[in-house]
C-alpha cells in the first residue's frame, strides 16, 4: 500500500500555502498507510554556506538546550537549534561531516533526518493528521514538498525506517513499492561511501541516488539509470534543492496520478489527494508512464 503526495510550487501564491495544501493532500492519503507518516519541505534556505541538519531523537523528552550550547562550543559560530517536539532544526557553518561525526559520538540516541541548504525532514509514527499537527506543518512556507503514509512490508515499525529518507545533500525520497536486490546494492554503495542507517529498501533506493549525483549524472540521468539498476516495482517521488522528480517502474503496478496548472506541479498514489487542490479542476492531469522520468525545476 503506501500513499505518496508531492507539491511542486510555480507561484508565490502556493508557496506561502504549501505546508496547509500538502498536508490536505496527506491526510487524504490516511488509509494507505496507518504505520507513520513523513514530510519533506524545502524551505527558509540557509543563509551563505551554512547548512540545516534536521534531528531526530529516540525520546519524546530531550534537552535541546544543552545540545545547542554544546554546538556553539565545539562549532564556534553562528549556530541555532530550533526543537521542535522530538524534532530540531540546527543551522551551522560546521561541516555537515564534521557535525555529523561529532553527534553519532556524543549523541547517539539522535537521527539524522537531512542535510542540506533547504530541506526539513519530520517523520513519526502515526496518522498524517496526528504528526502534522505536532510539528506544524500546515503553516509552513516553501517551494515544494514530499509526504509519505506507510504501511510496514519490509521493515520495522519505527519512526527511523519511515519515509522520507535522505541520503545526500537536499535529497530525499518517497517510495510505494518493493525492491528485490537492496541487499546486494546496500553493500556496493556503502564500499563507495554511501551510508545507511535502516535496513529499509527505500532507503537504498535513496542512497543509489545520491551515488550517481556524485559521479556526476543530473537527477534526470540517475533516474534513467535507476531503471536498470534496481529491481523490483516502486513509484518514487524525489525531491532536491531547487527540484522534484516522478518515476515508475517499467511495469508500474504501483498507482500514481498527476496534474499541473499554472501555479503548480503535483502527483499523489490517488486523484483524490490531487483534488483537494486550490484549481485541480482545470488541471491537466495524468497517469504517469512506465519507465518515463518527469522533472520539474526552479
Not at 95 to 113: F, G, K
Not at 122 to 133: A, F, M, N, Q, R
Request: hydrophobic share 40%.
Amino acid at each position: 500500500m503506501c500513499g505518496i503526495v508531492g507539491l511542486f510550487s510555480k507561484s508565490p501564491a502556493i508557496e506561502n500555502h504549501l505546508g496547509e495544501l500538502v498536508s490536505r493532500m496527506l491526510i487524504e492519503m490516511s488509509e494507505r498507510g496507518p504505520d507513520s507518516t513523513g514530510i519533506a519541505v524545502y524551505r527558509d534556505q540557509a543563509p551563505g554556506t551554512m547548512t540545516k541538519v534536521t534531528l531526530l531523537s529516540r525520546a519524546l523528552e530531550f534537552d535541546w538546550e544543552t545540545m545547542a550550547g554544546e554546538i556553539n562550543r565545539v562549532f564556534p559560530g553562528h549556530n541555532r537549534v530550533v526543537p521542535m517536539e522530538n524534532h530540531a532544526v540546527v543551522t551551522t557553518a560546521a561541516r555537515p561531516a564534521r557535525l555529523r561525526e561529532w553527534i553519532a559520538r556524543e549523541y547517539p540516541e539522535l537521527h539524522v533526518n537531512s542535510t542540506g541548504a533547504a530541506i526539513e525532514i519530520y517523520k513519526e509514527k502515526g496518522l498524517p493528521s496526528d504528526v502534522i499537527k505536532r510539528f506544524g506543518v500546515a503553516q509552513m512556507q516553501g517551494t515544494h514538498a514530499l509526504g509519505h503514509t506507510r504501511m510496514a512490508t519490509e521493515s520495522a515499525v519505527t519512526t527511523e525506517h519511515s519515509h522520507p529518507f535522505s541520503t545526500g545533500e537536499d535529497l530525499c525520497l518517497v517510495h510505494n513499492g518493493s525492491l528485490s536486490n537492496h541487499n546486494r546494492l546496500r553493500g556496493f554503495l556503502k564500499r563507495r561511501g554511501i551510508e545507511f542507517n535502516t535496513d529499509n529498501d527505500s532507503e537504498v533506493a535513496a542512497g543509489y541516488l545520491t551515488w550517481r549525483l556524485r559521479e556526476g549524472m543530473s537527477l534526470d540521468e540517475a533516474l534513467q539509470a535507476a531503471l536498470h539498476d534496481l529491481d523490483g516495482f516502486f513509484t518514487f517521488a524525489i525531491g532536491t534543492g531547487n527540484g522534484f522528480a516522478v518515476l515508475r517502474d517499467p511495469i508500474a503496478c504501483k498507482p500514481a496520478v498527476m496534474a499541473e496548472t499554472a501555479d503548480w506541479v503535483a502527483m499523489a498514489s490517488e486523484y483524490r489527494a490531487i483534488a483537494v487542490l486550490p484549481g485541480a479542476d482545470r488541471a491537466e492531469r495524468w497517469e504517469p508512464e512506465p519507465a518515463k522520468v518527469y522533472s520539474w525545476s526552479h
